[in-house]
């Protein structure tokens, strides 16, 4: 069946970089968007990118801009989200998603949680 | 970007009963490119509808989208216990794709 599986939680110290991962599998990986979202506690979805796996082209949400890259392993089929100068506020649980035009996100990785503290 | 307003915030509903969730576009939609989520705690969101009123595979019929434009709805017919639930309306017919802040449908 067709899965996303997300890297494993971390804990940050403010201004590191956390990289997660989102394995696919169950369909040609190259066909479908990947776009990565998140939630900070109380908050609601908060849309950070999409990066397409056929050719590595991205594109980020005007906040995360500077501090987000994202990018792919067509080998192995995974995606990687990179976000840098990490601060207390980026605590949250961030998800990768499928896409395709015309279709909803569908499905979402089980989640990372990524607590920044000092 | 497209601002989707949900309304209301929170529902206060008895199991068995009809709930309708609203939400709104701050312009109109492409194509009617509008979904519904649930979430609930612990879980990852689950698509309900999308197209505005396409169930998703193995979603209950009890489950319902309609709308157009800038106003979409959400009914959800007769609530069963696992209904119980937060929910999102995203629109992904323009860049970037935004979402909705949530309906919170808990029980009475």
């Known amino acids: 069946q067709v899965q996303l599986v997300q890297s494993g939680a971390e804990v940050k110290k403010p201004g590191a970089s956390v990289k997660l991962s989102c394995k696919a599998s169950?369909?040609?990986?190259?066909?479908?968007?990947i776009h990565w979202v998140r939630q900070a506690p109380g908050q609601g979805l908060e849309w950070m990118g999409i990066?397409?796996?056929?050719?590595?082209?991205?594109n980020y949400a005007q906040k995360f801009q500077g501090r987000v890259t994202m990018t792919r392993d067509t080998s192995t089929s995974t995606v990687y989200m990179d976000l840098s100068s990490l601060r207390s506020d980026d605590t949250a649980v961030y998800y990768c998603?499928?896409?395709?035009?015309?279709?909803?996100?569908?499905?979402w990785g089980q989640g990372t949680l990524v607590t920044v503290s000092s | 970007e497209i601002v989707l307003t949900q309304s209301p915030g929170t529902l206060s509903l008895s199991p068995g009963e009809r709930a309708t969730l609203s939400c709104r576009a701050s312009?109109?939609?492409?194509?009617?490119?509008l979904a519904w989520y649930q979430r609930k705690p612990g879980q990852t969101p689950r698509v309900l509808i999308y197209?505005?009123?396409s169930r998703a595979t193995g979603i209950a019929d009890r489950f319902s989208g309609s709308g157009s434009g800038t106003d979409f709805t959400l009914t959800i017919s007769r609530l069963e216990p696992e209904d119980f639930a937060v929910y999102y309306c995203?629109?992904?017919?323009?860049?970037?794709?935004?979402f909705g802040q949530g309906t919170k449908v808990e029980i009475k």
């Open positions: 998603a499928r896409w395709s035009s015309s279709r909803p996100f569908d499905p």
């Open positions: 169950g369909y040609t990986f190259t066909t479908y968007y």
């Open positions: 990066i397409n796996p056929r050719d590595g082209s991205t």
């Open positions: 312009r109109s939609i492409s194509s009617n490119y």
């Open positions: 197209g505005a009123s």
């Open positions: 995203q629109q992904y017919g323009s860049s970037p794709p935004t």
